[in-house]
C-alpha cells in the first residue's frame, strides 16, 4: 500500500522541482542556425500502438526504405548462379558418360561418340561452375571419367573387330555347337 506525499514541500533541502514529473514532455528548442526541419507525420490517433512514419527526406538525399537496404546486383558480366542450383551441362555430362558406356558395348561407334560428348559437356561444365558457381563439379567429373571410359571400351571393340576377333569368335562358338 503507498501513502500521499507529505503537504508542503516534499524536498529536504527546500527546493522545488523545475517541472512536473507527470505532464507532457516539452518539444526540444529549434535550431536558430540549423535547417528547417519538416514536420513530423501525424500520428493516428485511435491507434497508441502505430508506428510514427518517418519525415520525408530533404532535398539532395537518398530516401530510405522502411524495409531495408535495398539489394545490390551484381555489375555486367558472367551471371552469378544459384548456389544451390546443379549445373544442367555437369548433370547432362553424367547422363552421357554412363550412356556412352553402354553404347560402347552394343555398338562401338555410338559409344565414342556419345563419349567424346560426355568429356566435352564435363569440361565445359566445370568451367563454367569455377567461374560462375553453382554444384555439380562431382557430376561434371563423373560425366568426364565415364566418358573416357565409354571412349576406351569403344576403341577396344573397334579395334577387335577390325582385327578379325569378331569372325574368330563366331566360328569357335559354331564349332563348339557342332561338336
Not at 109 to 116: F, N, T
Amino acid at each position: 500500500m503507498t501513502y500521499p506525499p507529505p503537504p508542503g514541500n516534499p524536498d529536504p533541502y527546500g527546493q522545488q522541482p523545475a517541472h512536473d514529473p507527470y505532464s507532457a514532455p516539452q518539444p526540444p528548442a529549434a535550431d536558430p542556425y540549423g535547417a528547417p526541419q519538416p514536420p513530423a507525420a501525424p500520428q493516428n490517433p485511435y491507434d497508441p500502438y502505430a508506428q510514427q512514419q518517418p519525415p520525408a527526406p530533404q532535398y539532395g538525399q537518398q530516401p530510405v526504405s522502411p524495409y531495408g537496404a535495398t539489394p545490390q546486383y551484381p555489375a555486367y558480366g558472367a551471371p552469378m548462379a544459384d548456389p544451390n542450383k546443379n549445373n544442367g551441362l555437369a548433370i547432362g555430362s553424367m547422363a552421357t558418360g554412363i550412356g556412352s558406356i553402354l553404347l560402347a558395348c552394343c555398338c562401338g561407334v555410338l559409344g565414342l561418340l556419345a563419349g567424346v560428348v560426355a568429356v566435352v559437356l564435363g569440361i565445359i561444365a566445370n568451367k563454367q561452375i569455377s567461374e560462375r558457381g553453382g554444384q555439380g563439379k562431382g557430376m561434371a567429373l563423373a560425366g568426364i571419367i565415364t566418358g573416357g571410359v565409354g571412349i576406351l571400351i569403344a576403341l577396344a571393340l573397334i579395334i577387335w573387330a577390325l582385327s578379325g576377333g569378331q569372325q574368330s569368335l563366331i566360328n569357335d562358338i559354331v564349332n563348339s555347337s557342332n561338336s
